[in-house]
Each structure stands twice: as C-alpha cells, then as structure tokens.
C-alpha cells in the first residue's frame, strides 16, 4: 500500500521528537526511507530513534539548504515546532512554528510533493467555540487559542486555508492535524510537557498517590476536568493512512471523540501497574487558572467523512498497553 513511499522516501521534520518519532518507527516498520530533521541535543533524545535505520539526518539550521537541492521526496511530514504551551518567546516560536511551515508549504506547492503537518487542539483555546474542524476561513477566524504555542499553529491553519479558498497552487495533497491530548511511548524527553500517564507511574509504583490539580471551577470536579486522551499509536495510523490516500486533504481533529477525566486516567494508569487507585488533589497553580482548559473532545465527523473508519483505542487499553509495554520495562523506546 505505501509503494509509491519506498522509492525516494519521506522527510519527518521533528522525526527525533514524540510524535515524529512514532512516525519513523512506522514508516521504518513499512521499509520506508526516512530522512529525519531535528534537534538531537545533549540529553537522551537520540534514543527515540535507536531502534530504527534511517537514510538520512538533518539539523533545522540546515533544512533549507536541504531542501533547494530538491531532494526526492514522496512526502514531507512536518511534525517539528516549538510545542511547550509554556513557551513566552514570540519570535523564536513564530520563525519555528508559522514562518518554517510556510517555507516547506511552498516547497511542496512547487516540487508537488504531499504535505502532512501538525496543528493542535490548542487552537480551540477554551472550546467556547466547540470542537468542529470546520475548513474555512470564516470558522476559523472566532478561535480564540489560549497559549503563544496555540496561537502560531493557529496563524499557520488560516494561512492554509486563506491559500486553498482564494484557489492558488499548493500541495498535491495536504493535511493539518490538531492533534488532542497525546500520550505514549517516546515522550520521556519533554519534560513537564510529558502526559499526567507519564509523570505518575514512576510515583504510583513507588508508593506515592496519584496527584491531581483540584478544580477551580463549579462546574467541574476534583479530577473531574475533562481531555480527549489520544494515544500516539491513534495518531500515527492516521498519517499512515493519509499518505496512503492522496486524493484526501484537509484539516484534521486527531483523538478518540470521547472527553475523559483526569480521575479516570490516573486510575487506568493505577490499574495498569497492578495498584489500587489512590489519587490526592493539590492547589492548582495560580498562573494556570486563567487558561486551563477544562474541556475538550474532538469532532471526528470530518475525519469519519473522508473514509478514516479505524476505531480509537479505548482510554484503558492505550494507558494499559503503555504501561505494560513500555514504561514498566527496561527499554521503554518504541
């Protein structure tokens, strides 16, 4: 099914990252070359793709030089960006997160090679608007996103969309996920941006009770707020799927359709590791009350519409494969 891929292969900007590494490890799986772009540093990031050959390596700094050689490509996935919603340097994550995807957009438009790329649910700021990955202009100018992270990958999906509806050239094929809230293997390197899953089984295992942020507001909670957990796994068969269908492009909500809370998830991780559910809430920090999101749960009508029929995994069994599969074993690495 992914013939047309194995002959010049695929660029995965971020392909070191989370997501984008998940990506490689599948596209790896399937015998496609994959050139991988990102920022390796100095921590344990390299380990991410250790597991798989790739044909070829690039640094950020040096993906436009890359590029203006017209590398044979069959299709760009462009997973890299700034992506911690902490992130207060508007600059660095304009250049990284709307000015770079604007380049690879044109790039694509010229040598007509497929273009995948990552938005976020972020864009949706607090859902006062809902969740519809309505593709047009109109929709997409009352999203309000919370976060300066939100906000690029906002400006990036009305650029697109402003250059689909005025009908100049662009991308044989192109996709904007807004992804949910991710979580699964290969995460370990994002810090405090790791999922609640990952932040509390090294805790649980060793004695502790699950902690959670109390609710400050009425209509929710303690541990009641609710997320469209999605795991990664969800998420890679998506894009493995549209590479797979050219004739489909648009943007995309990435999750399972269904809102789960944060109780339910830390006693799903609990459960995993063989433990009864304990759960303790803490104060919520005063400089994330004002956008918090409390809601969220992902529209899947579109995606549904277009012919994606796969089912999402369930929250228990994507917390329990994740457990059991790689945070309770030695080598984690998908």
């Given amino acids: 099914m992914l013939d047309r891929l194995l002959s010049r292969g695929v660029l995965v900007t971020g392909g070191a990252g ?10 790896s799986d399937a015998g496609v070359p994959v050139i991988v772009c990102d920022v390796l540093g100095t921590d344990l990031k390299w380990q991410n793709l250790a597991k798989h050959a790739l044909a070829g390596f690039v640094h950020p700094r040096d993906l436009d030089a890359y590029l203006a050689k017209n590398p044979p490509l069959s299709a760009i996935v462009h997973m890299g960006a700034i992506s911690a919603t902490t992130e207060t340097d508007g600059d660095l994550v304009i250049e990284s997160n709307f000015n770079l995807s604007q380049r690879i957009w044109n790039w694509c438009t010229d040598r007509k090679v497929p273009y995948l790329y990552a938005s976020s649910a972020a864009t949706y700021g607090d859902g006062e608007q809902g ?34 509806e005025s009908g100049r050239s662009r991308p044989p094929q192109w996709a904007g996920l807004k992804f949910f809230n991710v979580y699964g293997p290969n995460e370990y390197h994002k810090g405090s941006m790791k999922s609640v899953i990952a932040h509390l089984y090294p805790k649980v295992v060793a004695g502790e009770p699950a902690k959670l942020f109390k609710s400050a507001h009425p209509e929710y909670s303690d541990g009641g707020q609710l997320r469209d957990f999605v795991y990664v796994k969800d998420c890679v068969s998506v894009i493995m799927w549209l590479l797979e269908k050219q004739t489909v492009s648009g ?27 304990r759960i303790e809430f803490v104060d919520m920090p005063e400089t994330l009350k004002a956008r918090y999101q409390y809601f969220t749960q992902a529209d899947l009508t579109h995606l ?10 369930t929250l228990e069994d994507g917390v329990a494969d994740y457990v059991q599969k790689f945070l309770a074993v030695s080598d984690p690495y998908r």
């Fill in 18 to 27: 989370f997501i984008g590494s998940n990506i490689v490890a599948a596209l």
């Fill in 131 to 164: 969740f519809r990955d309505e593709n047009s202009s109109t929709a997409l100018q009352t999203l309000r996103p919370l976060n300066l992270y939100g906000w690029s990958k906002h400006l990036f999906d009305r650029f697109v969309m402003r250059e689909v």
């Fill in 251 to 277: 943007i995309f909500n990435v999750g399972t359709g269904v809102a789960r809370s944060f109780a339910d998830l830390a006693k799903a991780t609990m459960v995993a590791a063989g433990l009864p559910p």
């Fill in 304 to 313: 549904r519409s277009v012919g994606y029929s796969t089912p999402a995994t």
